[in-house]
């Protein structure tokens, strides 16, 4: 069973960076691993996700050139580098696994997809 733990987030002002870990635990060994994000009122959207053990990313349009996913496979972690934040960007973020998968593009944004995720974390930029 894999578990999820997410970790990094906080609160910044607009035009400032933060960088969310998601740590892996279970026997994974490939698959697809990434993060989504939920504001208040609004559905769970996609982010970004990494084909874990191995390469290839994807992106929602709204974080292109400003976010960035990575691994570091040995530590079983996968990262999110937020930069220039702005408050549409405030929201719970959550890491999403599927093991033994890839990272589709046309269907990586399905949550369904996805059977772990982890509890979240608050990200919450102001003006």
């Known amino acids: 069973q894999v578990q999820l733990v997410e970790s990094g987030g906080g609160s910044v002002q607009a035009g400032g960076s933060l960088r969310l870990s998601c740590v892996v635990f279970?026997?994974?060994?490939?698959?697809?691993v990434g993060w989504f994000r939920q504001a208040p009122g609004k559905e769970r959207e996609g982010v970004a996700v990494i084909n874990f053990g191995g390469s290839g990313t994807h992106y929602a349009d709204s974080v292109k050139g400003r976010f960035t996913i990575s691994q570091e496979y040995a530590k079983n972690t996968v990262y999110l580098q937020m930069n220039s934040l702005k408050p549409e960007d405030t929201a719970m973020y959550y890491c999403?696994?599927?093991?033994?998968?890839?990272?589709?593009?046309?269907?990586?944004?399905?949550?369904?997809?996805?059977?772990?995720w982890g509890q979240g974390t608050q990200v919450s930029v102001s003006s």
């Open positions: 279970g026997h994974i060994y490939s698959g697809c």
């Open positions: 999403a696994a599927k093991a033994y998968t890839v990272c589709s593009v046309a269907y990586w944004q399905s949550l369904g997809r996805y059977d772990s």
